[in-house]
Structure formats: C-alpha cells, structure tokens
C-alpha cells in the first residue's frame, strides 16, 4: 500500500513561519494528486490545499490562502506546505493526502475523495 509520511511541524510564535513535507513511497508519485488538511479535536477535518499531479495547479482553503504554498517535487517523491503569517487558529494536526488519478488537471478539495493517508504533524502556534 502507499505509504505517506509528514514531517515538519512544531512550536512557532504567531506570526511565523514553517514548512511541512510529506514524503510517498513508492514509484508512481507523479500519478497522484495531492493535498493537505488539517483536524482540530471536536470539529470536522477542513481543507488546507490540494495540487494536481503534474504540480502545475494548486487550490486553497478561503482561510489560508495568501498565506499559504502547496508545492511538489515529483524526482522526491515528496510535497510541501509552506506556510507563513501563522496564527493561532492555524494551530492543528496536519495531514497529507494523496488519490491516484489518470487525468493531469484534476484536484480534489474532499476528504472522501482520498485514497491514502498520512498519521499527520502537529502545529502548534502561540500567541
């Protein structure tokens, strides 16, 4: 099965900056569309950001965007999740997620539309 792993997070003051990767095993990451979601204990699971395979598209939550940066590196095996102007309603478990697809353009802002996931990173930003 695939297998996602994120790594990354951490401790930072408002206003800061940090940068989450995930690493896919295997050797058809260039198959998969990507993205990110984040979950707080008590509410539902939100979208973050999603990326199509190739990486040439990207899709952002109304409440990170301008902020934040999806990208990709397809030789990795690896997506980013650059993020910057931390608040503390940032604060979550991030996941990464990934859904394998035959078409280049397409992207998914649905949970339900992923195949594998990761166990998720925690960022924690103080005020």
């Known amino acids: 099965q695939v297998q996602l792993v994120e790594s990354g997070g951490g401790l930072v003051q408002a206003g800061g900056s940090l940068r989450l990767s995930c690493a896919v095993s295997?050797?058809?990451?260039?198959?998969?569309?990507m993205a990110w979601f984040r979950q707080v204990p008590g509410k539902e699971r939100e979208f973050v950001a999603c990326?199509?395979?190739?990486?040439?598209?990207?899709y952002y939550g109304d409440s990170v965007k301008d902020r934040f940066s999806i990208s990709r590196d397809n030789a990795k095996n690896t997506m980013y999740l650059q993020m910057n102007s931390l608040k503390p309603e940032d604060t979550a478990v991030y996941l990464c997620?990934?859904?394998?697809?035959?078409?280049?353009?397409?992207?998914?802002?649905?949970?339900?539309?992923?195949?594998?996931w990761g166990q998720g990173t925690q960022v924690t930003v103080s005020s």
């Open positions: 997620a990934s859904k394998r697809t035959v078409y280049d353009a397409v992207m998914y802002a649905r949970s339900s539309d992923y195949d594998y």
């Open positions: 295997g050797r058809t990451f260039n198959t998969y569309a």
């Open positions: 990326i199509n395979r190739g990486g040439s598209s990207t």
